[in-house]
């Protein structure tokens, strides 16, 4: 089993930044890809970026060109760096990691409002 930790959300301006951290412990050796979900009030939760042990990321059409999500292997720790941030960015992000299973994190508020 697969133990997420989520750290980084938060409060910001539009246009500003934030960084999302997302450690992982337990079972890590078996995780194939990981990545964050969001979810606004109101909306289902949606996809935002994946990356793959093999280093292959994938990322919702809202956010390419200003998301960027990598990995520190030695760290077990996936980041989501988030400019250009917008109003319509807020919402909680869920950290998961693929496996076997899936295993989520406990969810980070992220709001966008001046």
């Known amino acids: 089993q697969v133990q997420l930790v989520e750290s980084g959300g938060g409060l910001v301006q539009p246009g500003g930044s934030l960084r999302l951290s997302c450690a992982a412990s337990?079972?890590?050796?078996?995780?194939?890809?990981m990545g964050w979900y969001r979810q606004a009030p109101g909306k289902q939760r949606e996809l935002v970026a994946a990356?793959?042990?093999?280093?292959?990321?994938d990322y919702a059409d809202s956010v390419k060109g200003r998301f960027s999500i990598s990995e520190d292997n030695a760290k077990n720790t996936v980041y989501l760096q988030m400019n250009s941030l917008k109003p319509e960015d807020t919402g909680v992000y869920y950290c998961?990691?693929?496996?076997?299973?899936?295993?989520w994190g406990q969810g980070t508020q992220v709001t966008v409002s001046s």
């Open positions: 337990g079972s890590i050796f078996s995780i194939a890809a």
């Open positions: 998961y990691a693929q496996s076997g299973t899936w295993s």
């Open positions: 990356i793959t042990t093999g280093g292959s990321t």
